[in-house]
């Protein structure tokens, strides 16, 4: 073979070999580019069908492709992007052996697309600074807000300082660059500043579920062109008349202008009228909730000192019942299980019939009750008795007391104190 042929085909071997990231051949990245695994992730990122976190929005690479896939592994994933129209976080950190400076230069070709803000591209080594100082300054032309890098790449440099300054711009835009769907908020980290939700969202409960439901309700501005118009007897054939183009725009703009702007930390957030209400719906629903759990913990602690004291006064009223009869608990203050509504009602003993032996009882909402106070402390407890009157002793006006003046106890005679001497002559 001749020398300029053999140097020829070493010359592709090395091209080929730098290409593959300079892996064994038996890694070829054919394999994984003809696997049917990796041509149906291909289509379904290209077609917005691919099922990953927050319904597509949020795509974690290393979940779908291995972390030692090669530069054209990555350059398809890229090239896919383009079409994506889904995607709004990528997280495309952790490739060794094929994410070179090209791939960053695609990388910034699909974010001035401006659909995805958030973006982790740390953890590829094979980039150079030279790279990652163009990419800074494509970054301006994006709609990333919120980044991480690998700072390995840049020490003794300047260049993450700036990718700060770029994002914190396009973080504090008015009006916002994009808009940020709050399912994606809600499962987007590790970034040098993490996105946080807004106030009303972080206290609504069920997860992200809830989420989704709440955006889907805020953009409802993407329907305008279904609105009907005209009062309910207007429509003919029995169908409402539909809203035209011109008249929709007009509604959306009205609805836009409408939207309530509030500031949440150092990104701005825009809220609908019909996400208002529902943010009010649910801010309802939690505050009855949480009074509703107040009153269990109440009654509970309630009942677990009505319980110890039925058991305490237990002795009390039997000794009263036995020297008085059922005339010996009136005035007492009760508490009676009712089985049918499995709860304690409260009340006050006011009188006993001896021909039926039963005790009226008077509960704390006004309502009275003739039933007979027997069954134990499982069914009636009795907490406190009335106060007690002392019928020996003679009932009338206080006397009152009379005014003594106060007088010495002590037997001791006080001693006499002496005459001071008189001043010296001269003095």
Known sequence: MPLSATKATMDTDDAQAKLAGNRPKRCTESRTLESPAFVDFIARLRNNTLECDAGGKVLRLKRFISANSGPKVLHEVLEALTENTTVEALYIQNFESGFFDEHLVKLAEVLSLKRIWCLNVGENFRTTLGAWKQFTEDLKDTAVSHMYASEHHFIGTDVKHRMKAVIRETRNADPPVRDHSLEVIAQCGNMWYNPKLPMWAREMKGGTGSLVERQQMASADSSMCQLTGGARGEAKNGKAKK?????????????????????????????????????????????????????????????DEGLALSKTNQPIVSEALQLKGGAGVVGWRVRVWWPDEHVWFYGTVRSFHSDEGKHLVEYEDGDTQQISLSGGVEKVGFLKAPRAVNKNKAVGPKKPKRESTPTRKSGRTPKIRTESPPPPPGG
């Open 243 to 303: 809203v035209g183009t011109a008249a929709a725009r007009d509604v959306e703009s009205f609805l836009l202008s409408k939207r309530r702007t509030f500031r949440d930390g150092k990104r701005t957030v825009r809220q609908t009228e019909a996400g208002a209400a529902y943010v009010l719906l649910e801010s309802g629903k939690r505050k009855r909730q949480e009074k509703l759990k107040r009153e269990r913990v109440a009654t509970k602690r309630r009942d």
